[in-house]
Structure formats: C-alpha cells, structure tokens
C-alpha cells in the first residue's frame, strides 16, 4: 500500500503533502520552486511507494480555470511521461489558502508566521490532501 502526496501548485513555490502509509493522516512534506518539482517527485517515488499524487485545480471566483491552470496542465503533461505507473488525481483548490490563514490563526500561530507564504502552501498542500482523502472514503 502506497502514499498520496497532494501538491498546491504556484508559479514561484509548490507545497507538498503526503499521507502515511496507511492513508489516513495527511501532513505537510516540503516547499519547493516549481524548476524542482518534478525531480523531488521522482526521487520520492524511487525511496517511497506512492500510489497517487493529487494536484489542484486552481480556478478563480467564477469557477473558470485561472492563469495558473495551463501552467499546472503542462507540469502534469511532464509528470505522466516520468512516472507514469503514479496516478494523477486532481482536487479543487478553491478557498485553501483562507482556510490555511485560518487554521493558523485558530491555532495560535503568530501574526509574523502566518505571513511566511511557504507555510501557507505547506497548509494548503495538506488541506487539498486531506480533501482528497475525505472524498475517497465517501466512494
């Protein structure tokens, strides 16, 4: 039994997630430039078995897909031809990052480390993953 590793993906920085083997707890991995992306993705999966890896689906207010999608479709074009045995699932991203400042101001994390924009997409890595994770239990 493999992981899933969900990846909020952005044009200066990508948050990953993973869950643990058993796939019930989602937590966050790392935060990575997108130019390191899929070379950190394929040597994960040479040291650990991951069975999907899901990515968002960024779309803006309306629900159209934003600027950032042709960007996020192209990187999955590259990921497919790398490590084709790893399904890609995708989640909608909508509203992750409010619920990222959220959380972090919920759990008291101060006002200085909310505004590190790496541990907003750690935050909202592991929010898309532990979305993914929810609506799979649901099938």
């Not at 899929?38 to 779309?59: A, M, N, Q, Y």
């Not at 045995?85 to 990052?97: C, G, K, M, N």
């Not at 972090?104 to 929010?127: H, N, P, Y």
Request: hydrophobic share 35%; net charge positive.
């Amino acid at each position: 039994m493999g992981k899933v590793l969900a990846i909020d993906y952005g044009t200066v920085r990508c948050g990953v997630a993973e869950t643990d083997p058993m796939k019930i707890i989602a937590s966050g991995l790392t935060v990575l430039p997108p130019a390191k992306l899929l070379t950190f993705l394929e040597e994960f999966c040479k040291r650990e078995k991951v069975d999907v890896i899901v990515i968002g689906e960024s779309r803006n207010e309306r629900g159209d897909h934003n600027r950032v999608e042709a960007e996020i479709k192209s990187f999955i074009d590259k990921l497919r031809k790398r490590l084709p045995e790893v399904e890609i699932a995708r989640e909608d991203e909508s509203y992750t990052s409010v619920m990222a400042q959220q959380s972090m101001f919920l759990g008291g994390v101060k006002k200085k480390q909310r505004q590190k924009k790496e541990r907003l997409d750690l935050i909202s890595a592991t929010i898309i993953l532990q979305q993914y994770l929810e609506r799979q239990s649901k099938h």
